[in-house]
Structures are given as structure tokens and as C-alpha cells.
């Protein structure tokens, strides 16, 4: 009789020790898939939140942001990168204006900078003038906030030829005489 209790018990041990590991894989990534209701591409290994910014997935993005601790300015891991980076930069980079605007009306850092850059200055390197006008119009913005290199969004606008941008940036205060 003792060794069928003895056979139970390893049993059990055993259970628990791939139940934790389990929950340990879940805690480790920084997300529950079962708590998120909605279906993401995320197959290159970065947090969740990140790969719903760059999909332009709203529904995942508003998911996190209701989330009664979640910093909307902490950096996370990036696939693109391969380094934390932070949302505003990321959505901005690949143009995701509606993403962007939802972190902007969550009080997210509008100028907090990545390697020197801001994301308005990204989303103006790459031609994003939806983005671009998203964050001129969001209050507390630099316009004239310049790259480690000393370059400008509208520098940047100017030399990538995306003549739009330059008039939004111009519009919004944009200072043309800044030297780098």
C-alpha cells in the first residue's frame, strides 16, 4: 500500500513542476495570452504590447493600456531592434497613426527619445504625414527637438523630399534656421 501512495506522489510532484514551469514561461514573457481576447501575429519573440503597435492592432494596444500597472513608457522588447525600445517610437516608425493617437491620449512621453531620436523625427524620416500630423496637434510637443546628431524633423523632412511634412512642420513652429 505505501508504494502506491509513493507512485501518487511523484505524480503529483510531477503535475505541479510542469503546471509551474508552465505559469513561469507565461509570467516570464510579461503577458497572458488567455487574458488577451484578441489574436496578434506575433511570431518574432517580442513582447505582446510592441507587436500590437507595430500591427497597428488597436483593440490589443487599448488591451494594455487598461491595465491598472502597465507604464506606457517603459521600453519593450523589439524584433526590429533587437532591443527594448519604447511604443511611441515603434508606431511612429512604421506609420500607425491610429496606435500613435491612442498612446498620445493615454498621456504617453511624446518626446521621449530612442538613440536620439523622437518619434516625431522617425514618422518624418520615413514619410508618415498622417503620424507626423498626429503629433504635431498632440500638446507639449517639440518640433524642434534634434537628433543626437543634431538634425532636425524638419531636416530630416527637408533631405528625405517629403514636401508636406515640411509645410506641417513649418506650420506647427518648426524653426528652419537651426544649424547642426
Partial sequence: MLRIYEKQRFLYASFFLLALGF?????????????????LKNERGEHDFMAACREGNT??????????DFDINEQFSCDAYREPVHAMFL?????????VQSLI??????????????????AAQN?????????????????????????????IACQQGYPDIVDMLLEAGADPTIKW
Fill in 23 to 39: 505559469c513561469a514561461n507565461v509570467l516570464a514573457k510579461g503577458e497572458c495570452k488567455a487574458d488577451l481576447s484578441v489574436e
Fill in 59 to 68: 483593440q490589443a494596444v487599448k488591451y494594455f493600456l487598461d491595465q491598472e
Fill in 127 to 155: 514619410g508618415h504625414d498622417k503620424v507626423v500630423e498626429t503629433i504635431v496637434k498632440a500638446q507639449g510637443v517639440s518640433v524642434n527637438q534634434a537628433k543626437s546628431t543634431g538634425s532636425t524633423p524638419l531636416f
Fill in 105 to 122: 491620449d493615454a498621456d504617453a512621453d511624446i518626446n521621449q527619445t530612442w538613440k536620439g531620436a523622437t518619434p516625431l523625427f522617425v
Fill in 91 to 99: 508606431a511612429a516608425k512604421v506609420g500607425r497613426v491610429e496606435v
